[in-house]
């Protein structure tokens, strides 16, 4: 019976998520009410001081919106914020 319920507990699509922005355990009922509200707060880009929305971070470092890293020379620091995206 324990075995039934450790698999379960493995494969459930009712279990609580992390959120992908904050990283907050959410209930899987309310995981896409808070992605909304959470995908919509904002943050201050590190590299242009620009105020990004969560839900946008991934483009505006990879995609050229930071004009900070679109006029960066250094790949190094190119490579960093890639790095650190991929944890998302």
């Known amino acids: 019976m324990k075995s039934k319920f450790v698999e379960h507990e493995k494969t459930c699509s009712m279990k609580p998520q992390s959120c992908k922005f904050c990283e907050q355990v959410i209930e899987h009922a309310q995981i896409n009410d ?31 919106y930071c004009d900070v890293i679109k006029e960066s020379k250094d790949e190094k620091d190119r490579m960093e914020t890639e790095k650190e995206l991929k944890k998302f």
């Open 34 to 64: 808070h992605y909304q509200m959470c995908g919509s707060k904002t943050f201050k880009c590190d590299k242009c001081q620009d105020y990004v929305k969560n839900v946008e971070k991934e483009a505006h470092y990879t995609e050229g």
